[in-house]
């Protein structure tokens, strides 16, 4: 595995190179955007102005437009702010998008606390658990460029809605695009005694974490989830299965986040022991940098050392 | 305003379909009847044998808690048949209190939260402009949805993206005015930039002229047609803003329902 830390395009810029790209292939794609990236996606706009919305500063209606939008068979992509696009108009997903099963795209920036020092009105870390009580809805977090592509050109068009979680800054961890496959987690490092999961930029810290736990003694097997649902569970809990124990690693609350879901894998499985990095159940109250957010939470290379220790004891 | 019965086998219809259902809104429906009749017997262009033909228009009921008139009237088009009324609130039947799109033919989108059916309609008409298609929107709002935010939210949408598809028919029975008394509904669609008009509800000439008209609209606005109109209307025992919103009638009270409109 070659880790090639900070020399991905923003994710953001891909997500703007994509809209281009499969605009130009499917004149069904619209895309409408909450009054935000209008810098990047000005190549969509001036290629297919007609396709291009910057509907305004009303998300709630945006959604259902959206939907109606779907109902004629156009393939809406919506994007804003993740805490206005999702839990502002969460009804409207659930009501015009879900329950009546129109597909959509429905794509965040702002994951989590990336807008650190906007405070809480422009986080968003309870979203994971939100979407996951929809049906017809896909979850995912692309935590490079290259993913974002991938996982767009399969998802998109599928009959489904999709929400895609756009973090500020890639894991940096080169992956093979053909090893990306919507619900498949993938296998980033054979190990033996301890499993580490991550998501999104998190795959950095358990990435960064290996060779202080080799020093240590351990032996980790790494998985990269970047779709929360679906989640095929097959390696997950053959790796559990073999190692016994894991920790997960996530930018988002421990209550209904993807660890929640691997505990739920493996609620059958004896003698299974596990630890959780993740936001607890408060507001991130503190100002700051992103970095110095992921210090306090834990989410760094050492922090992932201190949890497996905390948990599991010295090798 | 001009005192009407000329839709009263589809208010008897709605009691019998509440009655045996034992659930629906009576009042909501006798609201909106006379509104959804002429659009389907006078306006709107669609085809009961294929539903989801290309070329017909869409009606869409965002105030989704008067369905049973919209059965009714699906019904009589033919739509739906008798079979399908008869499982009105039924386990295992099509209609529900709320109109569903992936059940019953004819309906557009399910609705029933108020506030959402207007601004699917908006993305209908945007859509429509953009696929260069002539087809028509008329979506009918209670004027107590109109407390809804979305509402205006789509307002202004509809107007700045120059709408002229689209048509909002504001059932004004005053309900939203029991709770905000400041409700002076033209002029709020008159700012918005809607081509407003203030009609009777319940008169079948003026509603088939202003319909009709507002489907050649050629100005770049959308439409808005204020209907004033009684909730309950047809039925004293029933008309105005009572206990009657959500009841059902006893044996009594239906026999009397029925004799006021046979």
Same mark, same amino acid.
């Given at each position: ?240 299965? *073999?190692?016994? *124990? ?70 | ?262």
């Amino acid at each position: 595995m070659t880790t090639v830390i900070g020399i991905d395009k923003p994710i953001r810029e891909q997500f703007a190179d994509t809209m281009l790209r499969v605009g130009k292939r499917d004149e069904e794609l619209v895309v409408m955007v909450g009054d935000i990236s209008h810098g990047v996606l000005s190549p969509f706009r001036e290629e297919f102005p007609e396709r291009y919305f910057n509907v305004g500063i009303l998300e709630s209606a945006m959604i259902s437009m959206a939907a109606g939008l779907s109902s004629l068979g156009f393939r809406p992509v919506v994007h804003t702010i993740a805490p206005f696009l999702l839990e502002r108009a969460f009804e409207q997903i659930k009501l015009d998008f879900c329950y009546q099963g129109l597909p959509g795209n429905l794509v965040t920036v702002g994951s989590a606390f990336d807008y650190s020092n906007l405070g809480s009105t422009h986080h968003c870390y309870g979203d994971f658990a939100m979407l996951k009580t929809l049906q017809n809805t896909d979850i995912l977090f692309a935590g490079s460029a290259s993913e974002f592509d991938v996982l767009f050109d399969q998802a998109y068009s599928n009959h489904r809605l999709s929400v895609y979680r756009l973090p500020s800054r890639s894991h940096g961890v080169e992956i093979d695009p053909r090893d990306i496959r919507i619900g498949e987690p993938i296998k980033i490092r054979e190990g033996s005694d301890i499993t580490l999961i991550a998501t999104g930029p998190q795959l950095a810290s358990v990435v960064g974490a290996v060779d202080q736990l080799v020093a240590e003694g351990w032996d980790p097997e790494v998985l990269y989830v970047h779709s929360i649902r679906p989640m095929a569970t097959k390696l997950i809990r053959e790796s559990i299965g *073999k190692t016994g *124990k894991f920790v997960t690693v996530e930018e988002h609350m421990e209550a209904g986040g993807f660890g929640d879901d691997i505990l739920r894998v493996t609620r059958d499985m004896p003698n299974i022991t596990s630890a959780s990095i993740a936001i607890p159940g408060t507001f991130v109250l503190d100002y700051g940098t992103y970095d110095e957010h992921l210090e306090t939470l834990g989410m760094t290379p050492d922090g992932v050392v201190r949890k497996v220790a905390e948990t599991f004891g010295q090798r | 305003m001009q005192s009407t019965d000329w839709n009263n086998k589809l208010r008897r219809r709605i009691v019998d379909l509440v009655y045996t259902g034992q659930d629906g809104h009576i009042p909501s429906a006798f609201s909106i009847v006379d509104i959804i009749s002429t659009l389907y017997r006078n306006v709107l262009r669609v085809d009961p044998a294929n539903p989801e033909w290309p070329e017909r228009d869409y009606f869409i009921l965002s105030k989704g808690h008067g369905c049973v008139a919209l059965y009714t009237v699906l019904a009589e088009r033919g739509f739906l048949t008798e079979d399908d009324l008869s499982t009105f609130c039924r386990k295992g039947g099509i209609l529900g209190e709320h109109p569903d799109r992936n059940k019953v033919p004819g309906v557009e989108a399910s609705t029933g939260s108020l506030g959402h059916g207007f601004p699917f309609s908006v993305g209908i008409g945007i859509g429509l402009k953009l696929k260069n298609r002539s087809n028509k929107i008329y979506t009918l709002l209670g004027d107590g949805e109109c407390h809804e935010g979305s509402v205006w939210e789509s307002a202004h949408l509809a107007a700045n993206h120059e709408l002229s598809n689209l048509t909002v028919v504001v059932d004004w029975n005053q309900s939203g005015q029991q709770l905000l008394p400041l409700d002076n509904l033209p002029e709020k669609w008159r700012s918005f930039g809607f081509e407003t008009m203030v009609i009777d509800g319940h008169s079948e000439s003026e509603l088939k002229s202003t319909l009709e008209a507002a489907r050649l609209n050629e100005t770049n606005r959308p439409t808005a047609v204020i209907a004033r109109t009684t909730k309950g209307k047809g039925v004293p025992l029933i008309e105005g803003h009572g206990p009657w919103h959500h009841k059902i009638p006893s044996e009594d009270e239906y026999k009397q329902i029925m004799k006021v409109l046979s």
